[in-house]
């Protein structure tokens, strides 16, 4: 098996899916583990979430499953629930097709990082909690309903 190295992968940042309709997330910083390792049914990033910042906005998915490790600092869980914090080596898994809208935000006055794996599913659709948003499976950012949103 290969090893990846994760200090030599490049790093992403930058707003998800709908940023730019339901508002920046803060600083933070990714390496795409699978895209170097080129898988291709699972989805696996290292993120580093700075002080502020939120790893997207709260969603779900109806196809694919997600899991969240955290490697270091505190972060803490936004779903419908409410809030959880997490440390060092606490998980939280999201199963597919369940309506529980999470996220992680750094509220901590130093940065956060964990690893997040999912799987890939090319017909998924994800939903926005706090928004009527979804990105479908064509990449169109639609009502979380499917139909068509009005622009502003």
């Keep these: ?12 940042s930058g707003p ?9 997330l803060g600083v933070y910083v990714g390496r795409s583990i699978s895209g170097a ?6 989805g696996a990033n290292v993120e580093t979430l700075h ?3 939120s790893s997207s906005h709260r969603h779900w998915h109806d196809l694919t499953d997600e899991l969240v490790v955290v490697l270091s600092g505190t972060l803490t869980l ?16 999201f199963p597919a097709g369940v309506p529980n ?8 006055t130093e940065p ?5 794996v999912g799987t890939r599913d090319p017909r998924d659709v994800c939903r926005y909690a706090d928004h009527d ?3 479908q499976p064509d990449g169109r950012i639609t009502r979380r309903d499917g139909a068509p949103r009005q622009e502003r």
């Design 1 to 12: 098996m290969p090893k990846v190295d994760l200090a030599s992968l490049p790093t992403y």
């Design 16 to 24: 998800d899916a709908v940023g730019h309709i339901a508002g920046e």
């Design 37 to 42: 390792a080129g898988l291709r049914a699972l």
């Design 51 to 53: 002080p502020g910042a």
């Design 78 to 93: 936004l779903e419908d629930a409410g809030e959880t914090p997490l440390g060092p080596g606490d998980i939280a898994a």
């Design 101 to 108: 809208g999470h996220c992680l935000r750094n509220l901590s």
């Design 112 to 116: 956060g990082t964990f690893l997040v």
């Design 133 to 135: 948003l979804a990105r």
